[in-house]
């Protein structure tokens, strides 16, 4: 019998590419997002995919996806929590409703659904969790305060986390993507500004235009697809995977910070 992964985010990116990936590999796929309507060109439900409404900030809606990738595939192996999107923007110019909506979102929507899966997994005392955080969990780059914030949290939960579910035959990993080419630079991104605070545009344009070249030039999704598809299936207890190399994003923090 296949394994089953469900996958938050799944509309587009890295998401998209590594429900194709799973797919391809002969897994059942629960292909999960905000709105399945905007995916109907490729997530269709199938002999092995299962497309479902779900919203990370709306914990019946996890439950529900949950449920119903039971009641089709019978188990849920592995768990991929994928959904997110970044803040962008002076931390001056930001409003207290972005800020909770970023952490809501990046934090909670994370905690909200590992917490649901949780049950599950321990119950069968055997999966993966993965957790898509950021080389941005690790380093920070200028503009992004706000989402750092929220990677370098996901870091910490999901490294705490390991330790707890060890004992129940449940790993847990970390994905960390340098600059990838996806719709995080364009859909994914809120950008904030303040008409009263003009004195940030020039550095806001400035780096804006370096952080945009850095994704036009870099790898696309697949790349951190593969990435996820070795840490759900390599059998190790190893945390961190990093996917695009270290030194090209570390490269980028120095041009783009200059």
């Known amino acids: ?41 490729w997530a269709v439900d199938g002999e092995r995919m299962l497309v479902q409404r779900l919203d990370v900030t709306d914990p019946d809606s996890i439950a529900l996806a949950r449920d119903n990738a039971v009641a089709r595939f019978g188990r849920i192996d592995v768990v991929v929590n994928n959904a997110g999107y970044g803040l962008v923007g002076p931390f001056e110019a930001t409003e207290h409703a972005q800020v909770a909506r970023q952490i809501e979102t990046n934090v909670y929507g994370v905690m909200h659904v590992t917490r649901a899966m949780l049950p599950l997994l321990r119950a069968q005392r055997s999966g993966v969790l993965i957790n898509v955080a950021s080389m941005g969990g690790r380093i920070t780059f200028p503009l992004y305060s706000v989402y750092h914030a929220t990677k370098w949290a996901v870091e910490g939960f999901t490294e705490s986390l390991q330790h707890e579910l060890r004992q129940f035959g449940v790993r847990v ?62 059998g190790s207890t190893r945390l961190r995977y990093s996917a695009n190399a270290t030194m090209i994003l570390v490269s980028s923090t120095h041009a783009i910070c200059r």
């Open 1 to 41: 019998m296949p394994n089953t992964v469900l996958i938050t985010g799944a509309s587009t990116g890295i998401g998209r590419d590594t429900a194709k990936l799973f797919h391809a590999n002969g897994w059942n796929v629960v292909a999960t997002m905000r709105t399945p309507e905007k995916a109907a060109d």
């Open 173 to 234: 990993k970390i994905i960390e993507p340098g600059p990838i080419k996806t719709d995080f630079y364009d859909r994914s991104m809120d950008v904030v500004s303040r008409p009263d605070l003009s004195m940030y545009d020039r550095y806001v344009t400035r780096t804006m235009a370096k952080m945009q070249r850095a994704g036009a030039e870099a790898p696309d999704g697949t790349l951190v697809a593969r990435v996820i598809y070795r840490a759900a299936t390599d």
